[in-house]
């Protein structure tokens, strides 16, 4: 599925999942997305998933409560890491975006950076 334009609302909350994701290690449930974007209802985040998920950023398990996957990039990185990174991916069968959050994350927790 190719990736469509998003809406300032739609990219606020896929920061967002990024940003959880890293820090928690999991993916925010409806409550927690809608607080952050200061919607008083669930139905906000809902809605805002399924157009993203319409648009091919995320893909959704029917079912299993907060188990949203990102769909990669675009990432902001030099070409040189970016072929290197989906050369890794194409030969360990992972998405970029989860190799570069389990990175991240191990980096932010004092992990080796060598």
């Given at each position: 599925m190719t990736h469509t334009s998003i809406t300032d609302?739609?990219?606020?909350?896929?920061?967002f999942l990024r940003e959880f994701h890293?820090?928690?290690?999991t993916m925010p449930g409806l409550r927690e997305m809608?607080?952050?974007l200061g919607a008083t209802?669930?139905?906000t985040p809902f809605h805002l998933l399924q157009r993203l998920e319409e648009r091919g950023h995320?893909?959704?398990?029917?079912?299993?409560?907060?188990?949203?996957e990102i769909v990669d990039g675009p990432w902001d990185i030099p070409?040189?890491?970016?072929?290197?990174?989906?050369?890794f991916?194409?030969?360990?069968?992972?998405?970029?975006g989860a190799?570069?959050?389990t990175a991240l994350l191990l980096y932010l927790r004092g992990g080796n950076t060598q």
């Open positions: 609302r739609q990219k606020e909350l896929l920061t890293v820090k928690h290690g809608a607080d952050h209802s669930k139905t995320i893909k959704r398990h029917p079912h299993r409560h907060q188990c949203i070409d040189t890491i970016e072929a290197e990174l989906h050369a991916c194409k030969t360990s069968g992972r998405q970029p190799v570069i959050g």
